[in-house]
DNA sequence: GATTATATATATCAACCTGATATAGATACC
DNA sequence: GGTATCTATATCAGGTTGATATATATAATC
């Protein structure tokens, strides 16, 4: 997905400065997507040149001041228009569409190359790790109010409700089956 | 992973140039990883200079030459001590580790700006194509030679039945929860 | 038999992105 | 008082991709 529609998606869901945009990232968002400052800086000044969105300076007693950013009407239009020119693109994509760059998967492909003791310890540690993403993903409980705005969305309970049955189905493959890597 | 791991690792199923080693990347592997001849090439050249692997020039009538890299005892110790060092770092990592980017979950995030009309065929769309996938992950007949060094590993029909059944399950899920993004 | 498309094979490079680093004010802790 | 951490913006070296170039050979199309 084009980094402009991206932020334009974000910024969509109430006003934000780059900085909070980076925490979406590294919240709820981490599983799916990530840019840097180094991506959304730029791009942010880039959407303001061109008058997708507008900005205020505000100073904020006791935290450094930041810049707030708000979508445009123009900006919406160009959102609204690129998530539907690209949407057919994007059906082929993640989840084994191209895009899963998994390294545990790699990894287990080398698996006959490490110590059988090394291999348990991975696969443990593993299971470990995707038992604490489930509880991620099903906990319900009060969330910071810069990430209130993703939680409502419908789209996001449908997606944290898939993820959540992947995760399962995967625990339980692995449970069953990971003798055969021996 | 690194990359020259990567190739030491697909090199040690056997001899192969560089353009086979991206074959295998756009064939089974293609959802998990992948690398450009940009990143191959010069990664093949490295590893030969430090003698990691060696390299025969051969020429072949009908077809344009080839240079097939084969490992060296030096870099299967290499290729294992990276795999080693490195597995705990790939335990937190793809499928709901961190690095799916997933931009089909994106496009999902954003639906309430698709009209319902193009939501709809999206989601069928979806699920042809995941359907597609199920098959060629399932498909268990004769492959092209190139890729039946990987056909024949353990953890290769381990990660194929932990596809399969990913797959499955994200399917079903859709299939019944569809209507909650509406 | 001429042209076009496609496959094998290697290589390079501009454009882009990330991860690291720099800067800076403010709070918290010991 | 020193140090660590959080908020906040910004820049940049280094690395990767996707596109492009080059070359040979086969197959298809006209």
Redesign the interface.
Known sequence: ?QKDT?CL?LL?LGPRSGYEIKQMFEGPL?????LSFGTIYPTLNKLQDEKYVSCKQLSQSKKPDKKVYTITKKGKDL??DN??GD?????????????????????????????QE?LDT?LN??TL??RQ?LEQ?KYDGPVPSDLQALRN???????R???T??????L???EK?RG??N
Not at 165 to 170: A, K, P, R, V, Y
Request: hydrophobic share 45%; aromatic share 16%; charged share 20%.
């Open positions: 997905m991206l998606g969509s981490s599983d799916f997507y990530s959102m609204k998530l539907l949407a057919s693109a994007y059906i082929r994509s993640g989840n084994f569409g191209d895009q899963i760059k998994s390294e545990f998967f790699l990894l287990l492909l080398f698996a006959k190359y490490l110590p090394t991975v540690e593993r790790f995707l993403k993903f969305e419908k789209s996001v309970a449908f997606i409700g898939l993820a049955t992947l995760i399962e189905s995967g339980n493959y692995m089956n055969k890597l």
